[in-house]
């Protein structure tokens, strides 16, 4: 049986760098993948963008009020118009990856376990699971709730213990209010810290 797999970890703990190879790794065997992530995830527009400077286009974007298993059956079914003139043999799926997952609706990530289970294409999901004010992110969630493998990417916080927490900060400044979603760019980016050097930027709190 085909399966549904959370890759989740902080920012940088090499979530996208992941799928990255994980795509390379099924199609070094000739076997076809396809890639998606949610349009509200403007950072490289329709690729998939490793800090590492990996660099690969999407095939199909997700937008926040779109059925995903239907858009994964058209793009499953190669719905191209000139391959169909030419008569060319799509290949089955043999796995479909998505990026920043997080910003899923829930309802998307019961379609991701429905392709898993009634359409038998695995579904490897990669993402964050909490928010910069230690919230998780709907998404996240349930994929919580129903992935059948979960796994923890991990990563290092500045003084050398484990990763936990995304702090957003503005320029040098560290901020614990605002809209949940804002994609790191020029002026909003995030840094990994453990439950200490949290707290410690914080002030003690936990979310708000």
Known sequence: ?????????????????????????????????????????????????????????VDFLIPADASLRALFALQAAGDDPDALLEHVDIKPVACLLVDEAQFLTPEQVDDLFRIAVLDRVPVLAYGIRSDFQTHAFPGSRRLLEIAHTIEELKTICRCGRKA???????????????????????????????GSCYLEASGGALGS
């Open 1 to 57: 049986m085909a399966k549904l797999y959370f890759r989740y970890g902080a920012m940088n703990s090499g979530k996208s760098t992941g799928l990255l190879q994980a795509a390379f790794n099924y199609e070094e065997r000739g076997q076809r993948v396809v890639l998606a992530k949610p349009g509200i995830d403007t950072k490289g527009e329709a690729d998939i963008v490793s800090r590492l400077g990996m660099t690969r286009g």
């Open 164 to 194: 936990l927490f995304n702090t957003r900060r503005i320029g040098d400044a560290v901020v614990f209010d605002g809209d949940q979603v804002a994609i790191d760019g020029a002026d909003v980016w995030y840094e990994s810290l453990c």
